[in-house]
């Protein structure tokens, strides 16, 4: 088994991530930091240590998936050096998981929490195209030139904004939603038609939705929504 695989398979973070840790020399194999890609371990007899500790993947381990209502002054983190609040503080259990993608510390709304790093890594990944529904707030009135803006495109630093679809539900508020996740990247889209985001809220990621789920509230996900997930059904 690839390194990389056996890493996201534990639970320690996405493949992508997972190469990341190894080039950086946080990963260790029979007590060898390893930092070349591509390298191929015995998940059977081989010790994998991650920044030193041993980490083990039992295939019998059930993944776990959890829905997280995220509230807004918290990091979307496994953990703080500078004890601020993480939304693993909204977790039960939460060893082991880790987020799917982030938001910004004060940006509430939907985020998936598991230990599951294969499914991570496809959700997160651009060329999936996994939807997000966003409703932002904005700092002024909406005329009838910003829709027009948005209808025509907007271009950023790194590339054009993929938006799907949009629709204004208040003076000072637009619902839409987006086929990838760069970072701040609804807000950046506003910044450039001269709107400033005051509050943003994810009202859904890949078909899943906070129906039900107050700010700060999660719970596990149901066995169809999981199906879903993992067959992509309603990734668009």
Do not use: C
């Amino acid at each position: 088994m690839r390194l990389n695989h056996y890493l996201a398979k534990a639970g320690v973070a996405s493949r992508r991530k997972s190469d990341l840790l190894i080039s950086e020399g946080r990963i260790s194999v029979n007590g060898n930091i390893v930092t070349e890609l591509g390298v191929k371990i015995d998940e059977n007899s081989d010790v994998i240590a991650f920044d030193g500790k041993s980490i083990s993947y039992d295939e019998s381990k059930a993944k776990r998936y959890y829905l997280l209502n995220k509230p807004a002054r918290t990091l979307t983190t496994v953990s703080d050096d500078r004890d601020r609040v993480t939304i693993m503080d909204y977790i039960s259990d939460p060893k082991g998981l880790h987020p799917v993608g982030r938001l910004d510390y004060n940006s509430t709304g939907v985020l998936i929490v598991t230990n599951d790093g294969e499914l991570t890594n496809r959700l997160i990944h651009p060329s999936n195209g996994v939807e997000r529904v966003y409703v932002a707030r904005l700092d002024r009135p909406i005329v009838a030139n910003d829709l027009k803006k948005l209808k025509d495109g907007v271009i950023l630093e790194d590339g054009p904004v993929n938006l799907l679809r949009f629709k204004q539900t208040g003076r000072r508020e637009i619902t839409l939603a987006l086929a990838e996740g760069r970072n701040r990247e609804v807000k950046r889209l506003f910044e450039k038609i001269g709107l400033k985001v005051v509050r943003l809220h994810r009202q859904s990621f890949a078909g899943i939705s906070d129906k039900g789920l107050l700010k700060g509230e999660s719970r596990e996900l149901r066995k169809r929504e999981i199906s879903d997930l993992k067959s992509g059904k309603n990734w668009t």
